[in-house]
Nanobody, 125 residues
Framework: QVQLVESGGGLVQTGDSLRLSCAAS????????MGWFRQAPGKERDFVAF????????YYADSVKGRFTISRDNAKNTVYLQMNSLKPEDTAVYYC??????????????????WGQGTQVTVSS
């Protein structure tokens, strides 16, 4: 079992930055690939970013490429999402997730094994 807890969400203005954190506990964090997803009201949960277990490979949704950066610190059992140049359309609940996968990019919700409870990000215009 892996427990995930997100933090760092909030209310910001267009163009601002936020850094989300996801702290993991339980089984060996470095075993898991990690992802960030987001879900706006009335919409499906969408993929945002992926990082492999060692942190050497990342992958982003086109909508956030060049603005968001995913990273991880395996010594601290934490994955981060640095969000810059935020837009109103980035408003959503952001979830981190862990996947027991190796060697492939994981971008589908059903491929992830564990989920956090989410943190709200609201970007005002």
């Amino acid at each position: 079992q892996v427990q995930l807890v997100e933090s760092g969400g909030g209310l910001v203005q267009t163009g601002d930055s936020l850094r989300l954190s996801c702290a993991a506990s339980g089984r060996a964090f470095s075993r898991y690939a990690m992802g960030w997803f987001r879900q706006a009201p009335g919409k499906e949960r969408d993929f945002v970013a992926f990082i492999n277990n060692s942190g050497t490979s990342t992958y982003y949704a086109d909508s956030v490429k060049g603005r968001f950066t995913i990273s991880r610190d395996n010594a601290k059992n934490t994955v981060y999402l640095q969000m810059n140049s935020l837009k109103p359309e980035d408003t959503a609940v952001y979830y981190c997730a862990a996947a027991d996968r190796f060697g492939v990019v994981v971008s589908k919700t059903y491929e992830y094994d564990y989920w956090g409870q989410g943190t709200q990000v609201t970007v005002s215009s």
